[in-house]
Nanobody
């Protein structure tokens, strides 16, 4: 059974940085496309970033482009999200997702497995 466990969330001041991690187990991680999504209270869950199985291709939401970096270590079955220059509007629950087949995708319905999320709060 696939399991995704996020960590690294917390509270940070605007302009600060956080690094999220997502440890995967129970799935052939190196063959999965991985993504990060976020959901703020009262809003839809939205795509943040995605990375292909090889790490050779990435995709970002316009709102985080240039500030966030997604990466993965297939030897550790872990995907990361480095978040710099954080803004109060980045405050949300952040969720790791795995896509069993196919390439990069923005829509949540293409992802087959999800973590429980980690909270990120950015104060002004």
């Amino acid at each position: 059974q696939a399991q995704l466990v996020e960590s690294g969330g917390g509270t940070v001041q605007a302009g600060g940085s956080l690094r999220l991690s997502c440890a995967a187990s129970g799935l052939p991680f190196s063959s999965y496309t991985m993504g990060w999504f976020r959901q703020a209270p009262g809003k839809e869950r939205e795509f943040v970033a995605g990375i292909m199985w090889s790490g050779g291709a990435t995709l970002y939401a316009d709102s985080v482009k240039g500030r966030f970096t997604i990466s993965r270590d297939n030897t550790k079955n872990t995907v990361y999200l480095q978040m710099n220059s954080l803004k109060p509007e980045d405050t949300a629950g952040y969720y790791c997702a795995a896509r069993r087949a196919g390439g990069l995708a923005l829509k949540r319905e293409f992802y087959t497995d999800w973590g429980q999320g980690t909270q990120v709060t950015v104060s002004s």
